[in-house]
């Protein structure tokens, strides 16, 4: 079975310098048991280096299994109000647990010597439902700041969301110009 993997530089993310051509990915706007996180951490858009980018989270991985009832898989830094508003979170018994969020990861195209969205969805956001594993919520924030990039401080988190019962769609690219649109999520 395919599956979409990547792994992603958080030192590129958050310091992006052009002669660089590592892959790097966030989530734009992220928003869980109804509560939006702030887009507080400051970015350069990779495929526009010059133009700034507020975003909730700089990614380290992401992962999908590429079927319309898979999962997405997100690791990355949040800031540190975020990490608290989310450990709060994993400390509730969430009544809601919709997400929904808009992401981008970016790949190197050496071919065309240029940044592309290797992953991102293709709608305006993503709606899902907060992945559970066992009894527990699929969502969690380290204890302690980053030590790969000590300004602004920021802290390690992972998300897991399964789909919401209707039709996304996500693409796919493998370099500019060769992308595939697909599903994600059945309706019900």
């Known amino acids: ?25 966030f989530i ?5 048991n109804g509560k939006d996180l702030a887009a507080d951490i400051v970015v350069k858009d990779p495929m526009n280096p010059t133009t700034d980018v507020n975003v909730v989270a700089v990614l380290s991985d992401t ?3 590429v ?3 898979d999962a997405f898989y ?16 994993t400390y509730l018994d969430l009544t809601n647990v919709e997400a929904l969020f808009k992401f981008d990861v970016y790949g190197y195209d050496p071919v065309a010597k240029k940044y ?5 969805a293709s709608d305006a956001q993503c709606k899902g439902i907060l992945e559970k594993n066992g009894e527990d919520l699929n969502l969690g924030c380290a204890d302690m700041p980053s030590t ?6 920021n802290y390690s988190f992972h998300v897991g969301v399964k789909p919401a019962p209707e039709q996304q769609n996500i693409t796919l690219a493998t ?11 059945v309706k019900g």
Do not use: C, Y
Request: no cysteine; net charge positive.
């Open 28 to 32: 734009k706007a992220l928003k869980v």
């Open 1 to 25: 079975m395919p599956q979409f993997s990547a792994s992603l530089s958080i030192d590129q993310g958050f310091n992006f310098r052009k002669d660089v051509n590592t892959p790097v990915g």
């Open 175 to 185: 370099a500019d110009q060769k992308n595939v649109v697909k599903f994600w999520g």
């Open 148 to 153: 790969e990039v000590q300004s602004p401080i």
């Open 63 to 65: 992962s999908w299994g």
């Open 116 to 120: 592309f969205k290797a992953f991102h």
């Open 67 to 69: 079927g319309a009832t």
């Open 74 to 89: 997100f690791s990355g830094q949040v800031s540190a109000p975020n990490r608290q508003d989310l450990q709060l979170m």
